[in-house]
């Protein structure tokens, strides 16, 4: 090859290198890949948009709405990161059942004004992520499956900080066994949707929800809260929750679903020795 069809080769190359680096789809190739966030940074809704967040966004205001008011009071989100089990609203003070320091007894932690301090550690968790005064997106989400809110370090999963967390946990709604959320951290609180599953326990639904209670849904509990057996767990397997949560999902959501029903055979009069049956 001589050195002018050598020279008009090499210029046509570089003319495609250019051309195609600069189109959109080559680099999104290489690009968006190499930036990773951690923790509570993580996007829930880039990847569940249409699933878990539209199924969220879709559900009976009041509750969404009740849910956002959760996440975004910091006093309860501080409570569930120190593993509250109850409140008192006169002293300022949330009791626990977590013995951080290994002194012998459980922590206790004062209001001074603007935030919670125990043995010269101060906190006040806010899962207003972005700081634009209003909880949204990703921000809900971290409510219920933040790790940091289970007391769980984030270094049992330093990327992934999320887990699972069942209507009826502890600290959330209840269970027959463990009631450890304190309405008077809200406003508008109520007892009886912090203790719901004692209460279902013994009323019209007991039945229903002390049966599913006794049984083992064989699914993991991701992690047990602050080293603690769930009050929700299956009664035979402690690393498993019982059926009891899904008895929150049979009358509070829904699924759609098509079926048919088949009648019953029609009774044959022709047979005199036909058995008798109920007539259809």
Known sequence: MDAKK?????????????ILSQTPQI???????????????VDCVACHRYDAYQDLNNSQSAVLEMHKSAAGNKNYTTYLEVGGISYDPVAGLIYTNVDSDNNGTNDTWAWNGSIWVYNNTAKLYDLDLNGDGTI??????????????????TA???VHTVGIRYCDDDRCHGNKNKQYNDYRLFQDGRASIMRVGAILNTSVHGGFYSAAASMD????????????VAGNAA????DNVSVSPFTCVGCHSYINVSGSVRPSPLFNHSDINAPKSRYT
């Open 6 to 18: 050598l020279v008009l080769y090499i210029m046509l190359v570089s003319s495609l290198i250019v």
């Open 27 to 41: 680099q999104a190739i290489g690009r968006g890949q190499h930036t990773f966030v951690n923790g509570r940074n």
């Open 136 to 153: 949204e997106g990703s921000e809900i989400c971290k409510l219920c499956h933040n790790l940091e809110l289970m007391g769980v370090s």
């Open 156 to 158: 049992a999963s330093e």
């Open 217 to 228: 849904s064989n699914n993991s509990i991701y992690f047990h809260s602050y080293g603690q």
């Open 235 to 238: 009664p035979n397997n402690s």
